[in-house]
């Protein structure tokens, strides 16, 4: 066994528990950190896969980013000592052999395909190539995807900002309220 | 533009129009004007069309024009007419603007009213001047859905439960019709080719019979649905009952025409060989209707309940003559369609007039009108008379047309039929003039009755149109029904040249 | 730095790692939950497309580009779905899908 | 041939006077509207006798027998290629009679009506409605084809209904109209139906094809048999019903008697002179098909006759009202005029019976619009229609009594007077051919003139009934046509019909038969000295006569229920177990399938709506399990 196979199976071990962990603890707080770890992981497998600028997306934007959102909304909703009444039997059995079966199937499948090795070089991942991607309209150019995701965000953000801003409906309510 | 597409844009202009008014007591002038307007143009239309025929124009269709609107189904906005079409024109032109008028004093949404109304209306004419399946389904539509607005919003009584019935059941009906109208669509060309919905290049070939005995009951049970065909008549009670006058009026006077005139021009027209082999049947259930639609209004309460009777059993008549399949009977078909819808609209139209004024339509709450509305009472025994059948009205020409036709009948079992069919003049005696005797004559019984105002002007312009027309066409049919007949010698040709299987 | 480790191990693990998140999404209540599990299941996403990309076809970038637009996606769809959250915990006070039923029939 | 195209205006003149008096009546003076309907149908009186002495003695058809003569045809309707309906005139004998026997009626009548309706609310409305009956007789009559007669057949039918109900506000004249329209209107789809088969076998409507001895009609004869009889026989028998229908004869008489109730003017015109014996110019005009093709169709209408004379000369022994002793009496008549056709050949001297019914067609129109006009004038002057209200009329009503005397005189068959002449030569008619008949006739007989003088006697003579206000003769207007009728009832008989209306249109020698007329004379006398020895002066005879018929009498009285037969049938099997369930039935099983339907969609759509429990997790659940299955059967089942 070599050292990134250690590695490897760090991550992997780490994932696997995390993730299931995640999704069966009680505590929602304790569920958001358990996340944490998982895309922790997560972005050491992209470390070991030579994704570096991936791997410091995940973890700036997804560790550092998401989580910490999920944590605040968490805060801003819930009470962090309350525990989750544990989800009704029937459904956890049945969710639970829906998942292992679908599980079991994709592995399955994974295990019966004969993946070929290719022999072409690598290509260096480096900034520049990435830089140039996404700003590039010849084949393997990204100007497009980026400019709509662009959009996405700056639409997404007034979203965000429009739907949790306080009123709506409440407000004119309160209004016509005083009003009276 | 060429003169038929007019009566699909003028509607849509006064609906235009109608949109950017303010204010509401101009919406009934505009609607007025605009129907007037197409009054006049559908004379007009049927002077081009005389004209046209004598000097010696002997297509099968007039103005016809042609434009590709969806190609990769060869979809076109076609339109032509024949005498049928003509006169089935002047008739629906007649009774709109009778409708107009006969509504002159909605108060409730006024805007929306006359819009739907006359929505209704271009769906009509566009359905008599289509010559191309598809485009004629799409205006039969058009006109079925402002009917349920106009009823569910303006309606009296049970009103969304009468809407909501009448129009799932056309739409049940419409959903046959468009399976039978793909079905034709299908099988249009036989020897391989471009498929087509238009009617004239249908008609020159021949559907494979097999095709036939699938699509023609489809397609004939579809515009059966709104031609009252017995048992799925039932609809027309609650729905008249329901509706607003003018719409009665239209509804009655000519969206059900819309069954006969479909069923002729589509089912018998395209399909001759199955409608052939299977008349037998429709020609019982029409019969059935005919008489059975007499007896059941016998002893109706409600005034409009008598009358959707009433039409039950004249539009079964229209479908039995059709089915008789030939010249005369086919002749006398048209007639009573063109005759029924006027004097149908007279009715509805009288009825709405008397429920304006005593408040309800129970004939037993009523008694001894003439005295107190000696106009509208007349008005109403004219009608009453046109519907049995009176010499010198309407009625009379389109029956005995019908009768004569259809006992020239070379099946013995098709002549029996037909003298069942004619017992129902008596029966319509007895009905039209129990209501006659129990509404109109006799001592005024209610004295909140007694100071009753007799009609408006607006109310007497609506009557005395339709009366006019009824007795125009009583006194003087023969160049109607020359008119009518010229156009249906090819279809009269094509079942003659059918060969039995 | 991959090397030793077949492209199936990836696969397996990102397989395990999305019906966590399946699991979690059809058995949780608290919406952030669901949230979190739909987060599970995107990172898996991201890395098969990794994989692949580097197993498979080395000389291209297809599975990279495709990862960060995962994530950006990602990003988006948390805020506005926090948003809404909290705008669902404002109006009924809690943020339990089995009792926001207002849109059932 | 002499020009007749001016006989257009004939009909046309008192339809252009309906609609003037019908679109404008109101906006005129009421006197003026009736002045103008009078001096209307004085004009064609004039033009009608002026048709008829051109006709009969315009020299031209003495020779071979008179012609039927198409004065004006146009084609109305085309039907199929060799149907349609055409509107035309057409001269013949019997059309010529008839338009001189209705504008006479019709002018006496108009005359009369400008007194009797004075100050009537609808003055101008009962002329309109005169001027559309005239119009639909005399389009009736002078019809050149059997659909045209259809078409006036059914417009006098709706004249008749209205002038019936002409009081309006009257429950009993408006069921009376509506009764009358009915049971007419079902004898004339008989009557449709017969044209139907009819013209269907002889591919015509033309009266001159269709009577036509050579034409198609007969040709047609030994064609399709129905039922044993031949399929014209039918026809003709259908056709009859329509006859039968308008002439008021069993088992189609009920609504006659309760016409009565329309105005009586309108009773005399309508229902004793013109439109009634409609049936009778009907099956003279059929003649030689009915004659020469379907003799049974033939005996059907003498029976029917010879059984209606008889019942309704019964009945109108018993009843008081004098206006429905009188309809009694016009069926009974009529009846008479239907035998007479129906024993009669076609041709010659075998068509003596034709000619004797059409000869009483004439006086009879006389002498009947005679007794109701003179019924009318008192009635006018004591206000009541029974008779047991009257007695000792004679010295208030002079002019009215002796017309109405020499009315019943001549319906009695006393000669030197028309009815004597007319009865003997239909009394002579039935010796020739049926004996059974002929002393049926015998009996009629005597008894019409028995029950004429039962009313006679009761009403001028009798007892001394006080009244309220003394009655007062009517006024001229009323009584100059009771006078000019009673003339016309005295003179008519001289008429040599036997030269001018005839089944072949050829004159034929006919002489007073001796040994027919004696014995007639003799039992109407014997009818006469029983209704004096009853009536003359009040005694308890005619009580006892009833108490020695005691059911016959109750029977007869009550017209030998047949009216309560027909509301039986209207009211509880046409009402109650065919209307009633039908509509129950459209109700409850036509549409309740069609509810059922719609609810049925409603019940299921509201079961699968579980499905769609608005919970995002069953939803993903049946996603992932439906994908996972998906992905099972693609991958192991279908590969």
Redesign the interface.
């Known amino acids: 066994m070599t050292a990134n196979q250690y590695m490897f199976i760090l991550f992997a071990l780490m994932i696997i528990v995390f993730s299931v962990l995640t999704v069966t603890t009680r505590k929602i707080l304790r569920a958001a950190t358990f996340l944490l770890f998982v895309l922790v992981s997560t972005s050491g497998l992209y470390f070991m896969l030579n994704y570096q600028f991936l791997a410091a997306i995940q973890l700036s934007l997804y560790a550092g980013g998401i989580v910490v959102l999920i944590i605040f909304s968490i805060l801003l909703t819930s009470h962090i000592s309350q525990k989750f009444e544990s989800p009704g039997f029937k459904k956890v059995i049945f969710s639970a052999l829906a998942s292992a079966a679908g599980a079991i199937l994709a592995i399955v499948t994974i295990l019966d395909y004969n993946f070929s090795a290719t022999t072409i070089a690598a290509k260096e991942v480096n900034m520049n190539a990435i830089g140039k991607g996404f700003l590039s309209v010849d084949y393997d150019g990204y100007v497009l995807p980026f400019e709509v995701i662009s959009i996405l965000l700056l639409a997404s953000m007034i979203g965000a900002i429009v739907i949790a801003k306080k009123g709506g409906p409440a407000k004119v309510q309160t209004t016509t309220l005083n009003k009276e | 533009m060429d003169i038929l597409s007019l009566f699909v844009v003028i509607p849509v202009l006064t609906i235009t129009a109608i949109l950017f008014l303010k204010d509401m007591k101009q919406v009934r002038v505009v609607s007025a004007i605009g129907m007037g307007v197409q009054l006049v143009l559908a004379a007009v239309l049927i002077y081009m069309y005389l004209t046209a025929r004598h000097s010696g124009n002997t297509d099968e269709m007039l103005f016809v024009k042609d434009y590709i609107w969806y190609k990769s189904l060869n979809i076109h906005y076609a339109i032509g007419v024949d005498g049928i079409s003509v006169a089935m024109i002047g008739l629906t032109s007649i009774v709109v603007i009778a409708g107009i008028f006969a509504s002159w004093e909605v108060e409730y949404l006024r805007r929306e009213f006359f819009i739907s109304l006359i929505l209704l209306a271009t769906g009509v004419f566009g359905f008599f001047i289509s010559i191309d399946l598809f485009t004629m389904f799409l205006f039969y539509e058009l006109a079925v859905i402002p009917m349920y607005l106009l009823i569910g919003i303006w309606g009296t009584g049970p009103k969304e439960y009468s809407a909501m019935k009448l129009t799932l059941m056309l739409m049940g009906g419409s959903a046959l019709l468009l399976l039978g109208l793909l079905g034709i669509y299908f099988n249009s060309a036989p020897g391989g080719g471009q498929l087509t919905f238009n009617i004239l290049e249908i008609s020159k070939i021949t559907i494979p019979i097999a095709a036939q005995r699938i699509f023609f009951p489809l397609t004939f049970v579809g515009f059966g649905v709104l031609g009252a065909l017995f048992p799925f008549h039932t609809w027309s009670p609650d729905g008249h009952a329901s509706a607003p006058t003018a719409v009665s009026m239209l509804h009655a006077g000519v969206l059900m025409k819309l069954g006969g005139y479909g069923a002729f021009r589509v089912a018998i027209f395209l399909m001759p060989e199955a409608a052939k082999e299977l008349s037998w049947i429709f020609i019982i259930l029409t019969a059935t209707s005919v008489v059975y639609g007499a007896f059941g209004a016998i002893v109706q309460k409600d005034l409009k309940y008598i009358n959707a009777y009433s039409s039950v059993s004249h539009c079964g008549l229209v479908l039995f003559a059709i089915l008789m399949m030939n010249k005369t009977a086919m002749n006398g078909a048209v007639l009573q369609m063109i005759s029924h819808g006027l004097m149908t609209a007279l009715f509805f139209a009288l009825i709405g007039m008397i429920y304006g004024r005593t408040h309800t339509r129970l004939i037993s709450e009523m008694g001894g009108l003439m005295k107190v509305i000696p106009f509208l009472s007349v008005c109403y025994v004219i009608a009453g008379l046109a519907s049995l059948g009176l010499p010198g009205l309407s009625g009379f020409v389109a029956e005995m047309t019908i009768f004569v036709g259809a006992f020239q009948h070379p099946e013995p079992f098709y002549r029996g039929v037909t003298i069942l069919a004619v017992s129902s003049i008596v029966i319509t005696a007895v009905y039209i003039l129990r209501v006659v005797a129990i509404l109109l004559l006799g001592p005024t019984t209610n004295d909140h009755f007694t100071h009753l105002p007799d009609a408006k002007w607006y109310e007497k312009i609506s009557v005395v149109t339709l009366i006019g027309a009824v007795a125009a066409i009583g006194l003087a049919p023969l160049w109607l029904s020359n008119m009518i007949g010229i156009s249906l010698q090819p279809i009269v040709t094509k079942i003659l040249a059918i060969t039995p299987f | ?13 990102a ?16 919406l ?2 669901i ?3 739909v ?2 299941i995107l ?1 898996s996403v ?2 098969n497309f ?2 692949f990309n ?9 599975g ?2 495709f ?3 995962v ?10 779905a ?6 669902i ?3 009924f006070t809690t ?1 339990n ?2 009792d926001v ?1 207002e ?3 | 041939m002499t020009n007749f195209g001016y006989t257009i205006w004939i009909p046309l003149l008192p339809f252009l006077m309906f609609l003037l008096l019908g679109l404008a009546g109101n906006k005129l003076k009421a006197k003026l509207s009736g002045l103008l309907g009078t001096a209307g149908l004085a004009v064609i009186t004039i033009l009608s006798y002026f048709t008829a002495y051109k006709y009969f003695f315009g020299g031209e058809n003495a020779e071979e027998g008179f012609q039927k003569i198409q004065a004006f045809n146009t084609v109305w309707l085309n039907l199929t290629d060799k149907l349609h309906i055409d509107l035309g005139i057409l001269l013949d004998p019997i059309s010529v009679m008839m338009l001189v026997v209705i504008t006479t009626v019709s002018l006496m009548v108009h005359i009369y009506s400008l007194g009797y309706m004075k100050g009537e609310k609808g003055f101008e409305r009962f002329f309109a409605f005169l001027s559309l009956f005239s119009f639909s007789m005399l389009g009736l009559v002078v019809a050149t084809n059997i659909f045209q007669m259809y078409i006036f057949w059914e417009l006098v039918g709706v004249s008749s209904f209205l002038l019936i109900g002409f009081y309006y506000t009257k429950p009993s004249a408006v069921r009376a109209s509506k009764k009358a329209f009915i049971v007419t209107r079902f004898a004339d789809l008989g009557f449709l139906i017969g044209i139907l088969i009819l013209s269907f076998n002889t591919k015509t409507f033309d009266f001159i094809t269709l009577t036509d001895p050579s034409g198609p009609a007969f040709s047609q004869s030994t064609s399709a048999a129905f039922m044993g009889l031949s399929v014209m026989t039918w026809s003709m028998i259908f056709i009859f019903m329509g006859g039968v229908g308008k002439s008021a004869m069993f088992p189609f008489h009920v609504w006659l008697p309760d016409a009565m109730e329309g105005p009586t003017p309108v009773s005399a015109l309508i229902h004793a002179a013109t439109m009634v014996v409609a049936g009778v110019y009907l099956v003279a005009r059929m003649f030689p098909i009915f004659s020469l093709t379907a003799p049974v169709a033939l005996h059907v209408v003498a029976y029917v006759g010879a059984f209606s004379s008889l019942f309704a000369a019964i009945i109108a022994c018993t009843q008081t009202d004098i206006k429905r002793v009188l309809a009694y009496s016009t069926m009974s008549q009529i009846g008479y005029m239907m035998l007479a056709l129906g024993v009669s050949g076609y041709g010659g001297h075998e068509g003596l019976g034709y000619m004797a019914s059409m000869f009483h067609l004439f006086t009879h129109a006389m002498f009947k619009a005679l007794l109701f006009l003179g019924a009318g004038a008192i009635i006018h002057a004591v206000h009541s229609n029974d008779m047991t209200d009257m007695g000792g009329l004679r010295k208030y009503l002079p002019i009215t009594h002796m017309t109405f005397l020499i009315a019943c005189l001549t319906i009695a068959g006393i000669p030197p007077l028309s009815g004597f002449f007319s009865k003997d030569e239909i009394l002579a008619a039935a010796l020739h051919s049926n004996k059974l008949l002929f002393a049926v006739e015998y009996l009629v007989a005597g008894l019409t003139a028995f029950y004429m003088f039962r009313l006679y006697f009761s009403i001028f003579w009798g007892k001394d009934t006080h009244y309220h206000h003394t009655p007062h003769e009517a006024p001229f207007t009323m009584t100059i046509p009771l006078m000019i009728l009673a003339v016309g009832s005295i003179v008519t008989g001289f008429i040599p019909f036997n030269e001018l209306v005839t089944s072949d249109g050829k004159p034929f020698e006919s002489e007073l038969e001796l040994m027919v007329a004696i014995p007639s004379v003799l039992v109407a006398l014997f009818g006469i000295g029983f209704a004096y020895l009853l009536y003359f002066k009040t005694n308890g005879l005619p009580d006892k006569v009833a108490g020695f018929f005691k059911y016959g009498y109750k029977w007869a009285y009550n017209k030998f229920y047949i009216d309560e037969v027909y509301i039986f049938v209207t009211k509880q099997v046409i009402f109650r177990y065919i209307s009633t369930p039908i509509a129950w039935f459209d109700r409850h099983v036509v549409d309740a399938t069609m509810n059922l339907i719609a609810s049925t969609t409603q019940n299921v759509s509201f079961r699968i709506r579980d499905f769609q429990s608005g919970q995002i997790q069953k939803y993903a659940f049946v996603f992932i399990t439906g994908a996972v299955m998906l992905a099972i059967l693609f991958i192991y089942f279908l590969n």
């Open positions: 730095m991959s090397a030793g480790i077949p492209v199936q191990y990836f696969l397996i693990l397989t395990v790692m999305f019906f966590a998140g399946v699991y979690g999404f059809l058995t949780r209540r608290n952030i939950t949230l979190m599990s987060e599970l990172n991201n890395i990794l994989a580097r197993y498979l076809y080395p000389h291209k970038m297809e990279m580009f990862s960060i637009f994530i950006a996606v990602a990003a988006c769809e948390a805020a506005v926090i948003a809404i959250i909290i705008n915990y404002r109006r943020i899908v089995e039923n849109m059932k029939f």
